[in-house]
């Protein structure tokens, strides 16, 4: 199986940029679709974008099409999100997650793997 680990969160103004990374290990991340999800506090984990296996078809929540780009390294076993024109509500635990399933998918219950996640603040 497949371990996740986050990497690039931190505090950013609002209007700014952050890339976030996810390491994979133990398994190809070639073998997986990808994606992000995040927990704001006190809401739901909630779907940003997922990507498939060979990087070629994306997918986006309404809330973040056009701000954020998903991407994959499968040779470097990493998988990337670019962050554009942040928002105090972009605010949230950014967790990286893989499905065994070819295609997108924003179910989070089509994941079974998880990474622990990573803080991204946004200040107004």
């Known amino acids: 199986q497949v371990q996740l680990v986050e990497s690039g969160g931190g505090l950013v103004q609002a209007g700014g940029s952050l890339r976030l990374s996810c390491a994979a290990s133990?398994?190809?991340?070639?073998?997986?679709?990808m994606g992000w999800f995040r927990q704001a506090p006190g809401k739901e984990r909630a779907f940003v974008t997922s990507?498939?296996?060979?990087?070629?078809?994306?997918y986006y929540a309404d809330s973040v099409k056009g701000r954020f780009t998903i991407s994959r390294d499968n040779a470097k076993n990493t998988i990337y999100l670019q962050m554009s024109s942040l928002k105090p509500e972009d605010t949230a635990v950014y967790y990286c997650?893989?499905?065994?399933?070819?295609?997108?998918?924003?179910?989070?219950?089509?994941?079974?793997?998880w990474g622990q996640g990573t803080q991204v603040t946004v200040s107004s």
């Open positions: 997650a893989a499905t065994t399933y070819y295609g997108v998918s924003t179910a989070a219950s089509d994941y079974s793997y």
């Open positions: 990507i498939n296996r060979s990087g070629i078809s994306t």
């Open positions: 133990g398994r190809s991340v070639s073998s997986y679709a």
